[in-house]
């Protein structure tokens, strides 16, 4: 029987202004991060209602990692500021429920900081797959 | 039902060299709503552009997907291509298969299956698109300078010349900022005054330029084309209109022992004053800290002398409130405080100076009348050392800048260049770390200073200045002869290091436009955009951007009245389509929404509403003014009823993505 390496599955949100062309640069950089994180662009952190996260979960994503742009530069002025309490919030909504609250996780990632965003991506990772596969809020219905 | 069309693009072999482009257009091909896929090496290429647009012609398509470089690179191509072939341009969506999937993965079986997720997801969101249009907004077609300095000015009469109204708001009583205070200007070493004051004449008497001088920018409302800004003109006491600049009250008033701002405090002003001779306004001003009348409410002397009647000891704080299209930042630079460099003896003799104070002992107008005599005794000075980069490129200290202030080495060699000149029988001493002389006659003028003026150039670092009886000892290193150096001086000037005006940080907050950490201003692109700030309608000029000289300043002031003026010229402004809009019938007008919202883009308005039961009923209901919405989306979180969303970043086409991610 052949083992194969497990991988997390990752939905990270970045807002368009910072975080994005963070993840921009990192691949104009060449700098790797893991295949099994994908990236959903909204205009701000701010714009990921809780919803989206608890979606995720429910469709079977093992991590819910939000990039915005550092407290004080967002490009709405205070957008990421809402994204902090709200994900406070959730996020210890979703220890309650059970989820490990390293699963999520909020990061402020500049457009000048591919290396950071690279970075960041392969810890998280590295992270959730050490928490193994989520199953607390998957939705088996939802299972191929 | 769509019928969406899918480009995959090889990029050459940028996104082909790791993802087999073949093979994901074939696994798209199978997504729901796809009716057309294709692959090519450059879909941004005229060959690629018109091969989607006789896709959009055959197979007609209704939206389209372009698995490319990152949307921030050529979304706004791919719009325009659809909008060519008579496609709303939101109906195309971009898959990042070369910055976040090709460039990040060099293994071709990953690339390839990540690129068809990404391409899964962007299918998922465009089906879910709606064509949007976007709204427009008119230009008030006047701007405002913040700051009177040179880079103001020439921003000033460059957007007048163009025919727009400008008006210069200062906080000092003049116009002029620290050009004016300066001596003589480097490489030509023409007099400072000489060129600037007649650009300031230029200015007072420009029927398009209004300067508000004495007064402060207190607000900042609105958005590009449409800004509402309250300024707070300051009470002078004086007059304006009436004031003829004849002086009699500055020379007649009894309070005459007030530190001289203008000389860096290096001699005394009257309580009533007017800042230097070729000041504009011309109007004298009352220093409400030191005047005996309206301190105590005795003295008077100033009206009593005045002819024309202008002094108005009752004068108040006056608001204004006045609507621009663009706002130009030109807040300046001040030297730092030396306060924490102790170690140079600046606050322990009075023969320590920086190079400001320096300029204005030099100047003919100046507290000495240009004659350069050491501050305290008034003797002619033999030996003067300079010290370089004090507070600048101080990384990882505790005090000072980790930035190069610019202009330090030029003007450096300039103060010893004119003081050999008019004294040969002074030695003048320059400690540096390097001489930084890049520009245009600059490095020329440099080695004219060693060479052919005698100036003791010595890399190295001064380490401490001890007053010791008549004389200054230097204790510095010689770093090229290895060597600890002694010297006595008459006279020590630092070069002190600059920084942003202390008026510039609450100003960006006003203005949302964003600053370094050192609060210099942040420029939309460091290369491609240095005269615009990220917020749109904002531009910079002048030192508020970074350290620059005098040429760079006014380059950069021209510039950016080059950007005001195409703001200005166009009659309206289009709009982002990727608005927030509530859906009036899910609305409670609990106004959470319009809390949240920081641009103040949401209104109430009453509706009434056909119930079921035939009746009308009237609700509150919230509206998003277009123009105003920048599309961060907070409101549509924050909105307990889910009637709030976002064009283009719809809750379901969010949903949409999160699910293919995940399937």
């Known amino acids: ?144 | 039902m769509q019928r969406i069309g899918v480009f995959v693009c090889w990029c050459g072999t940028n996104i082909a060299g790791t993802v087999d482009v073949k093979r994901v257009a074939d696994a798209l091909r199978n997504e729901p709503g796809v009716v057309f896929s294709a692959e090519y090496q450059y879909m941004c290429s005229q060959a690629g552009q018109d091969m989607i647009k006789n896709a959009i012609r055959e197979h007609n398509l209704t939206g389209f997907v372009v698995c490319s470089c990152s949307p921030r690179m050529h979304e706004a191509t791919f719009r325009k291509t659809a909008e060519a072939a008579g496609l709303n341009p939101y109906m195309v969506e971009i898959a990042n298969i070369r910055e976040q999937c090709s460039w990040v993965h060099k293994d071709m079986e990953i690339g390839t299956e990540k690129a068809i997720v990404l391409g899964r997801t962007a299918i998922a969101k465009v089906n879910l698109n709606a064509p949007l249009t976007p709204g427009e907004s008119p230009v008030t077609k006047r701007a405002l300078v913040i700051g009177g300095g040179i880079a103001g000015i020439q921003t000033a009469l460059d957007i007048a010349d163009a025919g727009f109204p400008v008006d210069i708001v200062e906080t000092k009583p003049t116009i002029g900022g620290k050009m004016a205070q300066i001596d003589k200007t480097f490489p030509t070493l023409d007099c400072a005054a000489c060129i600037l004051t007649p650009k300031m004449v230029d200015a007072a008497q420009n029927d398009k330029i209004r300067i508000l001088s004495y007064s402060e920018v207190t607000d900042v409302r609105g958005f590009v084309g449409n800004f509402s800004v309250t300024i707070k003109r300051k009470a002078r006491y004086v007059n304006e209109e009436i004031c003829t600049g004849c002086g009699l009250c500055t020379e007649k008033c009894p309070q005459k022992k007030v530190p001289n701002e203008f000389n860096l405090g290096m001699d005394t002003r009257r309580a009533i004053y007017i800042p230097f001779a070729q000041a504009i306004p011309k109007v004298a001003t009352i220093d409400a800290d030191y005047c005996t009348m309206l301190k105590t409410g005795k003295c008077g002397v100033c009206a009593k002398v005045c002819t024309a009647g202008a002094i108005d000891y009752t004068q108040k704080d006056l608001i204004m409130e006045e609507k621009y299209g663009a706002i130009v930042a030109a807040t300046g630079f001040n030297p730092i405080s030396m306060e924490p460099f102790d170690e140079f003896a600046y606050s322990q003799s009075k023969d320590v100076i920086t190079s400001l104070e320096l300029e204005r002992l030099m100047n003919a107008a100046g507290p000495t009348s240009g004659q350069f005599v050491r501050p305290s005794d008034g003797k002619h000075p033999h030996k003067i050392v300079f010290v370089q980069c004090v507070g600048s490129r101080c990384a990882g200290a505790s005090k000072g800048k980790e930035y190069c202030s610019k202009i330090c080495c030029m003007y450096t060699a300039k103060h010893a260049m004119l003081i050999r000149d008019k004294y040969p029988d002074t030695e003048v001493y320059v400690f540096y770390i390097d001489v930084r002389t890049p520009g245009k006659n600059f490095d020329e003028f440099y080695r004219r200073a060693v060479e052919e003026y005698g100036v003791h150039y010595i890399k190295g670092m001064v380490g401490k200045v001890t007053p010791t009886g008549d004389t200054l000892r230097v204790q510095a290193s010689d770093l090229l002869a290895n060597k600890q150096i002694l010297i006595d001086a008459d006279l020590v000037v630092l070069a002190a290091a600059i920084e942003p005006d202390k008026s510039a940080r609450p100003l960006a907050t006003m203005l949302t436009a964003s600053m370094d950490t050192n609060d210099f201003f942040t420029e939309a692109h460091p290369k491609l955009r240095p005269v615009e700030s990220p917020t749109a309608g904002v531009f910079l000029s002048g030192a508020c951007q970074g350290p620059k000289d005098i040429p760079e300043t006014v380059s950069q002031a021209s510039a950016a009245a080059a950007k005001v003026i195409g703001l200005l010229v166009k009659d309206k402004l289009v709009c982002n389509a990727c608005v927030a809009s509530s859906d009036e019938a899910m609305c409670n007008g609990c106004s959470t929404c319009e809390r949240v919202c920081p641009y103040g883009a949401i209104t109430y308005a009453d509706k009434e509403f056909r119930m079921p039961d035939r009746t009308t009923r009237i609700r509150r209901v919230a509206q998003v003014n277009q123009a105003v919405c920048q599309g961060c989306g907070a409101c549509t979180v924050a909105c307990p009823s889910g009637a709030m969303d976002l064009r283009g970043f719809s809750n379901k086409q969010i949903m949409a993505e999160v699910d293919a991610v995940c399937k």
């Not at chain 1, 390496?5 to 990752?10: G, L, N, S």
């Not at chain 1, 950071?116 to 088996?140: C, I, P, Y």
């Open chain 1, 1 to 144: 029987m052949q083992v194969t390496e497990y991988k997390p599955k990752i939905v990270a949100f970045c807002c368009n202004w910072c975080s994005y062309a963070g993840a921009d640069l990192a691949g104009n950089n060449r700098l790797n991060y893991p295949d099994n994180i994908k990236i959903i662009r909204v205009p701000c952190s701010c714009r990921v209602n809780p919803m989206f996260i608890l979606r995720a979960f429910q469709r079977g994503a093992d991590g819910v990692i939000l990039c915005g742009c550092h407290p004080g530069d967002c490009h709405y002025t205070s957008g990421n500021y809402y994204t902090r309490r709200r994900m406070a919030l959730l996020f210890s909504m979703l220890s309650y429920l059970g989820i490990e609250k390293e699963r999520t996780r909020v990061e402020w990632v500049s457009a000048a900081e591919g290396a950071k965003f690279a970075a960041t991506m392969n810890e998280f990772s590295a992270q959730v797959a050490a928490l193994g596969e989520n199953k607390r809020l998957e939705d088996l219905r939802c299972k191929p």
